[in-house]
């Protein structure tokens, strides 16, 4: 504890041993209370997230559950030729694309324009009431959510199912259509988070100089126009950013809520990448095999990440790295 | 001319706001609302489209069901147990790394914050994340909710720049000549003056805990271990709503569909109601903790 106060204490004896660069070996001693309080998490950190990147090789050997997780033999890319050749490859990955294009078409505006509106309100009052309604659904669990849909939306005893019958749209059970599968599915996904995801677009409008408004207002710019000229261009580089991050998850649709939302009658247009290998993995135990599948999914991932990250790099001089 | 079309306009653009802004709020709260009406009237006229706007029929027969339900009740006690141990093992973890990482003097912040980076991006994947599981023996035990994802990056990220920003370096200075330790530092100096990041970070770890179900479906088989949310999957999704196993459709037809659903309006309230009771008092630090966070990314 006194060598501490010496070096950050007395400049002129310090300046003697400081000449010496401190470096991570020689100020180890002085900082090891740092050391300390950060260990626990690199250890967290190192076993349950990079032990499994070591165990990617999984996808490239057999599993043997004597050996162990890198014991089998090698295999090369013969499991990732299995996926793709397998019938299924076409439906997973047309799924797959299909349920995050649609989520990223749709769902992507959304908290942009819900941003712009909210950031229109002027009553204090109004605009508080408002956010903690539009952000109180994220924080409903996804099984509630799923468990809401099923209920509202069941065709004999759900409401929307009653309104449904009664203005003559028929006996239609929305959750069991391969139809109306993606409709339900985006839309609940925007009324879920929509109202969460326009905080980070109302932080950067809440950055415009107050200067601007005063401007424009002098050069008689209407309402509309300070929206169209002012606040929206101020949020242009987040917009950039969260799509280019949105991009990188083009085939990532989340688990979760698929996984529970599927039933056998619109697996056709459900069984996504993830699902598929939950279900070759943790039920049927072809560990190898679902490894493969899940690097294939990351690897697709990535590859797009980086393209869009050049696209918007090419046009608008934003990137992620 | 000009200045009365002007305001013209802006008295329709105000109208149009309201309007716009009524919708909305009415989308996102009538299902919620439908929800708690629904749960508490007589289930025949909730499932012919008699209930809209007030309760009917007033009925309790959802929640004594669920009351007397045992699956329900271990499940509660057991999500309580893993959202709180959970939580506080979260903090115990992050605090300290992130005050760390804030700490300009410590020479390998750079490389470790990378390492941890890193893992927002790429990771092993499910399957060998489920077989380092299994060869932990962490399968099957109370311990895979609480230690392995307990430091999530994103929120350590919001937590140092939080610390970077309000913990001026002088201050740390200051007390160090006074022979202070960067561990009483810690505890002394920074957690009090960190309630708001806490309470912000806390309740993100909180209600993660509160809705996770994943962990258990991949890796919890028993029954007396399962979470809450595990549970409300087999009455609000497979339909298991009667803790007697009958079922839908079971003794003599009384118990149908409609009397199931009354029951799943009502666990939709119970198990959600924590949240909801919790919201309205912390929504202030929720939006907190995302400036926070946006300040650098």
Known sequence: MSSQTIEIGSNSEAGVRLSKKPTVLNTFKRDYQLWIMILPAIAVIVIFSYLPMYGIQLAFRDFDFSKGLTGGA??????????????????????????SLATIVIGFPAPILLALILNQIRRKK?????????????????????????????????????IMKSIGLGHINLLASTNTFIPVYVLSDIWQHCGWNSIIYLAALSTVDPLLYDSAKIDGASRWQTVRYVDFPA??????????????GILSTGFEKIFLMQNSLNLPVTEVIATYVYKIGIVSNQFSYAAAIGLFNTVINFIFLFAVNAIAKRASNMSLF | MGLTQKSGSEILFSIFLFLVCTIIFLIIVYPLYFIIIASISDSTLVSTGKVFLIPKGISLFGYSEIFQDSRIWTGYRNTV?????????????????????SRKEFKARRIIMLLFVITMFFNGGLIPTYLLMKGLHLTNTMWVFIIPFCVNVFYLIIARTFFETS??????????????SHFKFFALVAMPLSKALISVIGLYYLVGHWNDFFTALIYIRSNELQPLQIVLRDILLSNQVFASGAGVGGDSGGYAQRYADQIKYGVIIVSTLPILVLYPFLQKYFEKGVMIGSVKG
Not at chain 2, 81 to 101: E, H, I, K
């Open chain 2, 167 to 180: 913990l001026p370096s002088e201050l740390y200075e200051a007390a160090a000549i006074d022979g202070c």
């Open chain 1, 126 to 162: 109004m605009k508080q009431i408002m956010q903690t309604t539009v952000y109180l659904p994220h924080f409903i669990s996804i099984i509630v959510l799923v468990g809401m849909l099923n209920v509202l939306l069941s065709p004999e005893t759900g409401i929307v199912g009653y």
């Open chain 1, 74 to 99: 090698w295999r090369g890319l013969y499991y990732f030729d299995q996926f793709i050749n397998s019938y299924l490859f076409i439906d997973l990955m047309k799924n797959t694309f299909f349920i």
């Open chain 1, 235 to 248: 949020i242009v580089p987040t917009i950039i950013i969260l799509f280019v991050l949105s991009m990188g």
């Open chain 2, 81 to 101: 147990f893993y959202t709180a141990l959970g939580t506080f093992v979260n903090l115990l973890f992050t605090l300290p790394a992130a005050y760390v990482l």
